[in-house]
């Protein structure tokens, strides 16, 4: 995903440095050149070869640096190059050097020489983060995490920090964002390119509950994760994004219509209300496959009104299938005009099964996946398209792989 791109990461001597290589062995694994520029502080913090080792480059330290022979100038040659600098963890002392436009050590002079954007997550004790002259600093670089006119101009972004648990021992304000933030903050910058804009992605998101009675359901394990990266990498890439979703703990994502549901009948309602207007609709949704049998006494009036009680120690309910979202919208008229994106999880055969199931239900593409998928921040998967033309995909990130299904998803439409 980041194939091609060179990301110049500058580590100052906050003690997150050590996350900093995370930060360069997933830029890595996404295919970025990942040159690592520190600040002499930071190096009694982590050492050089750390991330000489992790990023396979040369470290720059010094300005006058021996190492970095090939380059003469190696921080010019280093801006030169880069396509990103990230600074993971900026100091309070780097941020006040930036602001007031100091270049006295390599990586300073670096920020200085770069015209590419520039992404600063800060990190310090929360004192720092608050003093007036910080706060005044961090608004000359670029102002507030949301942007502004002047941060565009400046070509600055700046991520966190967070509140959370800090090395000093407060709870407060001031830790840096982690690596995976700060990597999907890299994939949306580089992702500005807005090759979704003025489509209308539909995206399916959790399971859903059927109930028992008022007080229990039937679901199943489904995070919600992925549709919610689906949804937030589809409207990063500039598409106008509805988001059904069955209940989920996950925060709203930023500038989508959001439509909550329960039960899969009417996770099948708000779609089939939306999906006229969608250019692809991408059903991630772990949608229950059954659901109570209404004709069944345990379901009339009275008691669905009423907890069941316990009386006998058995219970039997009869199940009945729910509607089958996928193949309703395959048979809707204008079903030519838009892109139908299918999830199959399986325990067995999941190839064999997941193409029954794209012919099945006349998908474009559908992606392939295991139960172990399910709450995981990560994802291993297979893509299957029309053709049957299948590619197997390393374990990734959901936000990486919600961006390589949106490639698919954007070259078919
Ligand atoms: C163990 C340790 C941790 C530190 N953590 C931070 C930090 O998180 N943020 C910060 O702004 N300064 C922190 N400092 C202070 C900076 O290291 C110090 O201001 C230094 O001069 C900054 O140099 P640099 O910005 O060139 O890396 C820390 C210092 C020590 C000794």
């Known amino acids: 995903m980041l194939a091609g791109k060179t990301i110049i990461l500058g580590v100052s001597s906050s003690i997150a440095a050590y996350k900093a290589c995370e930060i360069v062995s997933r830029l890595k694994k996404l295919g970025a050149d990942v040159w690592v520029v520190m600040t002499r502080s930071a190096t009694q913090l982590i050492t050089p070869q750390t991330f000489r080792t992790l990023s396979c480059n040369p470290v720059l330290v010094d300005l006058f640096a021996p190492e970095f022979s090939a380059m003469p100038v190696p921080h010019i040659a280093l801006a030169k190059m880069a396509d990103l600098l990230i600074i993971a963890p900026a100091t309070a002392n780097v941020i006040g050097k930036l602001a007031h436009g100091i270049g ?36 000359a670089i670029g102002g507030s995490a949301s942007g502004g006119k002047k941060l565009k101009e400046l070509k600055w972004r700046i991520i966190g920090p967070e509140a959370g648990h800090l090395a000093c021992g407060d709870d407060d304000i001031g830790r840096m964002s982690e690596p995976e933030e700060i990597i999907e903050a ?10 979704l804009e003025g489509k209308n ?7 859903t509950r059927e109930a028992i009675d008022p007080v229990r359901y ?23 994004v509805t988001l059904v979703s069955g209940p989920t703990y996950l925060p709203v994502p930023a500038d989508v219509e959001m439509i909550k549901v329960e039960s899969a009948a009417e996770m099948m309602e708000a779609v089939l209300a939306k999906q006229k207007d969608a250019d692809a609709i991408v059903m991630a949704a772990a949608v229950g496959d059954f659901t109570r ?35 309703i919208i395959a048979q809707q008229k204008d079903r030519k005009n838009k892109i139908l994106v299918g999830f199959a999880l399986e325990t067995d055969d999941l190839i064999k099964n997941a193409k029954a199931k794209l012919k099945a239900k006349d998908l474009d593409l559908i992606v392939a996946n295991e139960p172990a998928t399910f709450d995981s921040d990560e994802i291993k998967f297979s893509l299957i398209n029309r053709a049957g033309k299948i590619d197997n995909l390393p374990k990734q990130t959901k936000t990486t792989a919600a961006n390589l299904i949106l490639d698919r998803v954007q070259a078919m439409l």
């Open 104 to 139: 006295d050590d390599a990586l300073t002079t670096l920020a200085l020489s770069i015209t590419a954007p520039k992404l600063i997550a800060p990190a310090m004790n929360c004192e720092m983060w608050r003093n007036p002259i910080v706060r005044k600093n961090v608004s």
């Open 186 to 195: 890299t994939i949306k910058l580089f992702a500005e390119k807005f090759d």
């Open 201 to 207: 992605i539909l995206i399916t998101a959790g399971g």
């Open 218 to 240: 039937i679901s199943n394990r489904s995070s919600g994760k992925m549709g919610y990266a689906l949804a937030r990498a589809a409207r990063a890439r500039g598409a106008k």
């Open 293 to 327: 049998n209404d004709e069944l006494p345990i379901t009339n009036d009275e008691i669905k009104l009423k907890k069941i009680k316990r009386n006998n120690n058995k219970l039997s309910l009869t199940l009945k299938s729910t509607q089958d979202i996928l193949q």
